[in-house]
């Protein structure tokens, strides 16, 4: 029979933290790419751009993160593709992410006042110019507080991929408490460093918004 | 030859007709003072123009180019047709030269050297040489405007349109930004203005326009016009401004 000390569960869920972080990490880093491209895309006026992002964010927005997963862990297995937990997870939390993203975006890029659409436009500049150097650099100033509050919600949502077998933090602390039967250790544990992770985000979040309501 | 030929131009708002058939021609060096009540269509003309509105009949030829909806080459057209708005939109995020250097680099692909260089010139011009590198920001409303202008300026326009360019200032900085279009008018400049300073559009303009409920109400010399409008409503009009 295995002993697992107080520092044995400690360093192993120190360890699958890593994954959790890493996978937090490459999900917003994709996700804010792919948002990049989906906001361009929602904010061009072009019908039919606009209209396949809508679909998207709908699709992203109105589904749970979980059955997202499944999705692509086991709908792309049926077309005889093997998808491993790890590729699943990147997927789904990409896209999931860059939905959200695109969102909080598009209202940034809305809150940029249209004369300095009118003014831009006037000057010759095309959309993406004008987005790249005149409303980009305005709305992303704003958009600070919002992304990181909601990087958050992406460190949180990483838990889901243990349930299609991906063994990062909240994955690692069901097999420990398999193997050690302390619940309530285990999971405190658990707890307590996804508190540590998202604690630290939200507060940043919460205290650049407040500088920018003062400035205002 | 007309730099800008304005024929039976017709625009709605849904059902709400705001040009009901205008038609204008501007000669190149022309100063064309454009008056009219509140909602009689004056920014909408403007804007169809420089293509930031589009109009549903009639036509706009402006330098060459046909203004007319989606197939309209609005790059090349806005190369050539400045516009400067009533609230200057500047761009808050970059200095003064920046706002005037962006379109020079970006659209014309002119070296970074030689846009900050016209950058000098023409906001020396509108006599802001020394707040080259203040953000709009530091700036009060006259020369925050004068930098709009300067930067429509460094595209070197065939025409200038100019929407109420002095109407969200301090009375007391609306002559700094007067005296620069002055300036430009003397220089030949073509300027299309709309304005709501009376004596400016005698003084300047070679030409005045009453608008009135989406028509040109009555045209000709500004200085003939104010002295004897020959319709009611122009009369009226010239009574409550003048
Ligand atoms: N974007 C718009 N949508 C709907 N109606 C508009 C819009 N812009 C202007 N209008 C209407 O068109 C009319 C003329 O407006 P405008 O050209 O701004 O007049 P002016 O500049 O002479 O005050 C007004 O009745 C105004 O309400
Ligand atoms: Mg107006």
Redesign the pocket.
């Known amino acids: 029979m295995l002993q697992f000390s107080f520092w044995d569960i400690l360093s192993n869920l120190l360890i699958a933290t890593q994954w959790t972080i890493v996978l937090s990490l490459i999900a917003f880093f994709c996700g804010g790419i792919v948002g990049l491209i989906l906001l361009f895309m929602r904010t061009s006026k072009i019908a039919a751009l606009e209209w396949f992002t809508k679909i998207y964010i709908e699709f992203f927005q109105g589904t749970p993160l979980l059955m997202q997963l499944f999705l692509f862990f086991f709908g792309i297995a049926l077309f005889g593709f093997e998808v491993s937990p790890w590729a699943a997870a990147t997927l789904a939390l990409t896209f999931w992410t860059s939905a959200f993203l695109t969102e909080i975006w598009r209202g940034c890029v809305e809150a940029i006042p249209k004369g300095q659409w009118e003014a831009s436009s006037s000057l010759a500049l095309s959309y993406i110019e004008q987005m790249r150097y005149v409303i980009l650099p305005q709305a992303s100033r704003i958009a600070v507080a919002p992304t990181v509050g909601f990087s958050v919600q992406v460190i949180k949502g990483t838990a889901l991929a243990s349930i299609i077998g991906f063994v990062e933090l909240t994955k690692a602390g069901t097999m420990l408490n398999n193997a050690t039967f302390r619940p309530f250790l285990v999971y405190s544990l658990v707890a307590l460093i996804y508190f540590c992770l998202c604690f630290p985000l939200s507060w940043w979040a919460k205290k650049i918004e407040g500088r920018l309501n003062v400035a205002r | 030859m007309s730099l800008v030929s304005i024929r039976d131009v017709r625009k709605s ?2 059902t ?1 007709e ?1 040009l009901k058939g205008v038609s204008l021609d501007i000669a190149k060096g022309d100063v064309v003072a454009i008056i ?10 403007l ?1 169809c123009i420089n293509g930031l ?1 589009t109009y549903q009949s009639g036509s706009i030829v402006a330098d060459g180019i046909e203004v007319a909806g989606a197939a309209t080459n609005l790059r090349e057209l806005r190369r050539h047709v400045g516009m400067v708005f009533q609230q200057f939109n500047l761009f808050p995020h970059l200095t003064a030269a920046e706002n005037v250097m962006l379109a020079p680099t970006v659209v014309n692909k002119v070296s970074k050297a030689e846009a900050r260089a016209t950058a000098a010139e023409v906001l020396a011009k509108v006599g802001l040489s020394e707040k080259m590198d203040a953000y709009p920001s530091e700036l009060s409303g006259g020369q925050q405007q004068r930098v709009a202008i300067a930067r429509s300026l460094a595209m070197r326009p065939k025409v200038l349109l100019c ?2 360019i002095t109407s969200a200032l301090d009375p007391e900085l609306v002559n700094e930004v007067l005296r620069v279009v002055e300036q430009l008018a003397r220089e030949g400049m073509t300027l299309i203005l ?1 304005t709501h300073e009376m004596r400016f559009a005698r003084d300047v303009g070679t030409k005045l326009v009453f ?1 009135h409920h ?1 028509k040109v109400h009555e045209e000709g010399v500004p200085k003939e016009v104010f002295a004897a409008p020959r319709t009611p409503e122009l009369q009226q009009f010239v009574g409550q401004v003048g």
């Not at chain 2, 509140?38 to 920014?43: L, N, P, V």
């Open positions: 708002f849904g709400n705001v009219g009540r509140s909602g009689s269509g004056k920014s909408t003309l804007r509105e929407d109420e709309v608008m989406g």
